[in-house]
């Protein structure tokens, strides 16, 4: 996040802040984040109070306390496609969202897609160490067809992962959760998900491609991008 970006957000979390709580309510909402408070600083205003707080945070601490507030950062997106995507013409662009534990179980939905003429992007997976990660992530975004994202025990709490759906959501992008141990919280949990079960990794792929080929937002990209054959489904002891 760009320094002008920071402060910017930060002016904007310290403005809702004064106008929503008092000073003691602003240090306990602070505290459930563990920032360290202002010491020995004697102001009247709320919000001079907060930005004080908030000035040496982290981005991602600064980016989380905006989220729970309600707040969606305007900020400045790098342009183009990450370079997985950069020769993927009449290909579908799938971001697949997913605990950095959970990587295996992703590339290996990613595997079986290719099948389809799905290009799925794996953060933690697609990435090399001499890429600026978080701008490939933010590109992936921005240019994805559809999103699936995996809910394996504990994804709920990763912040990176609520952002990447928030993200599908606040662009209208398809979004679909593959229910494996945990269900969708938040505002996708009015929607009903794809639960693997004990369905292997080739067989969720198939229904994936039938979601995505019935949804308008998707239907005319995956049937271009999809062979004329198919493989049939079949199991093997590759663990998923």
């Keep these: 996040m760009k320094r002008t970006e920071k402060m910017r957000l930060i002016n904007e979390i310290a403005l809702i802040l004064q106008e929503r709580y008092t000073f003691r ?15 020995n600083i004697e102001v009247n205003s709320k919000r001079v109070y907060s930005s004080s707080a908030l000035g040496g945070l982290s981005d991602d601490l600064v980016l989380q306390i905006a989220s729970d507030l309600g707040l969606r950062p ?3 997106l790098p342009i183009g496609l990450p370079v997985l995507w950069a020769d993927t013409q009449n290909k579908f662009k ?23 003429g799905i290009v799925s992007f794996v953060a933690h997976e697609d990435i090399a160490p001499t890429l600026e990660w978080q701008t490939e992530i933010e590109k992936a975004l921005q240019t994805m067809d559809a999103m699936v994202a995996v809910h ?23 979004l679909i959760s593959l229910r494996m141990g945990e269900d969708p919280a938040g505002f996708i949990s009015k929607h009903q998900a ?33 062979p004329k054959s198919v493989p049939a489904d079949y199991n ?3 663990p998923f």
């Design 25 to 39: 309510e602003i240090d306990v909402f602070l505290s459930e984040f563990k920032v360290r408070l202002p010491e």
């Design 74 to 76: 305007n900020m400045e």
């Design 94 to 116: 799938l971001f697949i969202s997913h605990m950095a534990e959970q990587k295996l179980k992703a590339t290996r939905l990613k595997e079986c897609l290719v099948d389809y």
């Design 152 to 174: 394996t025990e504990g994804f709920k709490t990763k912040f990176w992962c609520q952002q990447e759906i928030g993200f599908a959501l606040g662009r209208g992008t398809k």
């Design 194 to 226: 794809l639960t693997r079960g004990k369905k292997t990794a080739e067989a969720i792929s198939s229904d994936i491609v039938s979601l995505l080929e019935s949804d308008e937002r998707t239907k005319e990209k995956i049937f271009l991008a999809k």
């Design 236 to 238: 093997d002891d590759i």
